[in-house]
């Protein structure tokens, strides 16, 4: 069975520029997760998607970055423009369920290195 | 809200050695899980194990093991005769009736 898939898995770019990631779940996952990780940190949510519903949206800076997950199936996660502390890694996630309690095991992505210029 | 801290940046071990990462979180919560992932240079997190508090019985995933201590909010990993490919960044991560949360992860290196 394939993983959660995300691509590219690199991208450079200059600042103001924007730029999208693309995350491909499990089969059959409910739940999507988009989670940023800076260097020397553990990852901070960003989004959760229940199918085409984004649930959690509440760390999601939504004056540059948006995201979506049409058809509750894969989904994209925008920034523009881009500023220099954008610099991170971004991973998606995928979980099985659905519901307020997260009992579900989250099953990660190689996550994209982005890098601003 | 939940935090979880891993006061470990770095720990060290020999391969065949056995070596113990810490995690305490604190959290109002009574029904949550806790995690450890690993996480490679290649950035994929790949679960490790998993611990359901409502579990007295500290789980167990072949080399790796846990002592969960739930009064004392403690969730320790403990790995038996390390290998060169044990290393890498390791999270503590907490899950209750929010997000999961991660700690800022300890590196362990492990040398032959």
């Known amino acids: 069975e394939a993983g959660v898939v995300q691509s590219p898995r690199y991208k450079i770019i200059e600042k103001k520029q924007p730029v999208a990631f693309w995350c491909n779940p499990i089969s059959g996952h409910n739940t999507l997760y988009w989670y940023l990780q800076n260097l020397g940190q553990g990852p901070e949510l960003l989004i959760r998607?229940?199918?085409?519903?984004?649930?959690?949206d509440s760390q999601l800076p939504k004056d540059r970055f948006s995201a979506e997950r049409l058809k509750g199936v894969d989904s994209t996660l925008k920034i523009q423009p881009a500023e220099l502390g954008d610099s991170a890694v971004y991973l998606c996630a995928s979980s099985l369920g659905t519901g307020v309690l997260s009992t579900d095991t989250q099953y990660f992505g190689p996550g994209t290195r982005l890098t601003v210029l | 809200a939940q935090t979880v801290t891993q006061s470990q940046p770095e720990m060290s071990v020999q391969e065949a050695e056995t070596v113990t990462l810490s995690c305490t979180y604190d959290?109002?919560?009574?029904?949550?899980?806790l995690f450890w992932y690993k996480q490679p240079p290649s950035r994929q997190m790949i679960l490790v194990i998993r611990q359901e508090a409502y579990k007295q019985q500290n789980a167990t995933e072949n080399r790796f093991s846990v002592n969960f201590q739930k009064a004392a909010k403690s969730f320790s990993l403990k790995i038996s005769d390390s290998q060169l490919g044990d290393a890498a960044m390791y999270f503590c991560?907490?899950?209750?009736?929010?997000?999961?949360?991660f700690g800022k992860g300890t590196m362990l290196l492990v040398s032959p």
């Open positions: 998607y229940e199918n085409e519903e984004a649930v959690d």
């Open positions: 959290t109002s919560e009574s029904d949550y899980y």
């Open positions: 991560a907490f899950s209750g009736y929010s997000t999961l949360t």
